[in-house]
């Protein structure tokens, strides 16, 4: 599996949009993006997934770079329930849909 | 969607005794899973439960030691065998449903 690089940490402010980075330069061309939240004390959640276009829902925003080295989960408001780790999955195609997981970013939000 | 459910919810075992861990799911989803999560960790995935036949286990997980059975397409067990205090940790699994993977609220070990 491609591996992917995340920043350990993040802090945002209440209300305010947060852009999560994530680095994958050596994503094949099937792969596809994936992310998924924990809440504390919780399993994770899917956030969202895209493979080249970018990709809106109601929880965030991904945007995929052209060259799909990289991507941003974007919250455009964020809220206190926000506070999680985020973490950023490549899943191919021909893949079994198991997810490895790498150490996430743990995102804070500010009152 | 999916929701899934585990028992128990937590537990304190001995060490050297076993425990079962149930994961049922209120759909049929395709595939399901059983990850651990140690104290302040990410999650590592233990292994694929595949419906009617030997469990797929990840490098460095055995089925002597984590014996996993699924006996239909909505449920699964993990059995956590032989337990020490290395193995104190939240047990979590999760099913496939199109893309998205759903997971239980975990199983939270402490074995002494």
């Known amino acids: 599996d491609a591996k992917t690089t995340q920043p350990n940490s993040m802090e945002s402010n209440e209300e305010e949009p947060v852009h999560l980075p994530c680095n994958h330069s050596t994503i094949s061309g099937t792969d596809y993006i994936h992310w998924y939240r924990q809440l504390p004390s919780q399993g994770p959640e899917y956030v969202i997934h895209?493979?080249?276009s970018n990709v809106n829902n109601r929880m965030a925003s991904l945007a995929i770079a052209e060259d799909r080295k990289s991507s941003t989960l974007i919250l455009h408001r964020a809220t206190l329930r926000d506070a999680a780790v985020y973490y950023c999955i490549l899943i191919g195609i021909q893949g079994a849909q198991k997810l490895v997981f790498g150490q996430g970013t743990r995102l804070t939000i500010n009152p | 969607s999916a929701v899934i459910s585990q028992k128990p919810s937590r537990d304190i075992c001995q060490r050297g005794t076993s425990l079962t861990i149930q994961c049922q799911v209120d759909?049929?989803?395709?595939?399901m899973f059983w990850y651990r999560q140690q104290p302040g960790q990410s999650l590592t995935l233990i292994a694929t439960a595949n419906q009617g036949s030997e469990a797929t286990y990840e490098s460095g997980f055995v089925i002597d030691k984590f014996p996993i059975s699924r006996p239909n397409l909505t449920f699964s067990t993990l059995t956590v065998s032989n337990m020490s205090p290395e193995d104190s940790s939240i047990y979590l699994c999760s099913g496939s449903l199109n893309y998205e993977q759903y997971f239980g609220p975990g199983t939270r070990l402490t074995v002494t």
């Open positions: 895209g493979l080249t």
């Open positions: 759909s049929q989803v395709t595939m």
